[in-house]
């Protein structure tokens, strides 16, 4: 069974296509600690079977997934976006 981690920051680049802005999650563990991975380290996580994410979005839990663009580019997303990780993007920005 997966570990489950709630992302509740992005840090992001804004200059990037919406699929690519997302450059790191992060969230607090469960001993009160913040941590932050790098998309590569989320995706690799989730595609292994080893990690799950989630975001809370009017309370309910919407999980991410990894989408594939046209190029073959993989990204961030959940089932509640249509392509862009909207979802993701509209969440703050981790700190330092």
Not at 8 to 32: E, L, M, S
Not at 71 to 80: A, K, Q
Request: aromatic letters at 6%.
């Amino acid at each position: 069974m997966a570990n489950i981690f709630e992302i509740t920051c992005i840090t992001k680049n804004h200059q990037a296509h919406p699929q690519d802005q997302v450059t790191h999650v992060g969230g607090i563990n469960g001993r009160g600690r913040g941590w932050r991975l790098t998309r590569a380290e989320v995706i690799d996580g989730i595609t292994s079977g080893r990690w799950s994410f989630y975001v809370t979005v009017n309370g309910e839990k919407a999980p991410i997934v990894v989408g594939v663009n046209q190029i073959g580019s993989r990204y961030l997303t959940t089932p509640l976006d249509d392509g862009d990780p909207r979802t993701l993007l509209s969440l703050p920005e981790c700190g330092n």
